[in-house]
């Protein structure tokens, strides 16, 4: 009896390796039945395709900025890629590329001096004549943006930045709104999606 479970474990053990004719091997490859003259068929992986945050994101809305601070300015491109109604809030999304020079993100943004944040940024809707503010996670002094951080951002030519700031969602007819940015400016009618 010892004897018949030792050889059926090592069978076993043989099929899922891919020792006995017929199985699949261990290595990828699918072996077929046949004499050991013939080559094993093998089954060649596809290529990935590239997931959504991966391929390259469309602006809606861009400009050129002179950016800086105490008389260094660096030449950069905005390009806002979404601006996203998701029930009652509104996800702005946007890119900052250095095109010459250096390009100072690490402070001018915040609304204050320590604020490494995009917390400045606001959402200007001119038909209703109101201004909306980044989101917050509480009320208080400890309450922080919902919104990306700058600390430490210097971009060089060619460098980019992925920034992002959630709003409270304007009214529902309200289907273009302007941007305003420290820094960058202000981009006109931005569509809503």
């Not at 050991?36 to 602006?59: H, L």
């Not at 700058?150 to 009214?171: C, H, K, R």
Request: with cysteine; hydrophobic share 35%.
């Amino acid at each position: 009896m010892r004897k018949t479970i030792a050889l059926a474990v090592a069978a076993v053990a043989l099929t899922g390796c891919g020792m006995l004719p017929g199985q699949q091997g261990g290595s990828g490859e699918e072996q077929t039945g046949q004499t050991s003259e013939a080559a094993p068929t093998t089954v060649r992986p596809t290529e990935p395709k590239a997931s959504p945050e991966q391929q390259e994101t469309k602006a809606i809305a861009s400009r050129e900025a002179k950016v800086g601070s105490g008389g260094q300015y660096g030449k950069a491109r905005v390009d806002i890629t979404a601006l996203k109604r998701q029930g009652r809030t509104i996800s702005l999304n946007w890119t900052v590329t250095a095109t010459d020079g250096k390009v100072n993100l690490h402070n001018g943004m915040g609304s204050g001096t320590l604020d490494f944040t995009v917390s400045a940024v606001s959402l200007i809707d001119p038909v209703n004549a109101k201004r909306y503010r980044v989101a917050r996670n509480g009320t208080g002094e400890d309450a922080k943006c919902v919104c990306s951080g700058t600390q430490g951002q210097f971009l060089e030519p060619g460098d980019a930045s992925t920034l992002y700031a959630v709003f409270a969602a304007p009214p529902p007819d309200v289907t273009k709104i302007n941007v305003e940015m420290p820094m960058m400016g202000v981009f006109t009618d931005v569509p809503i999606s």
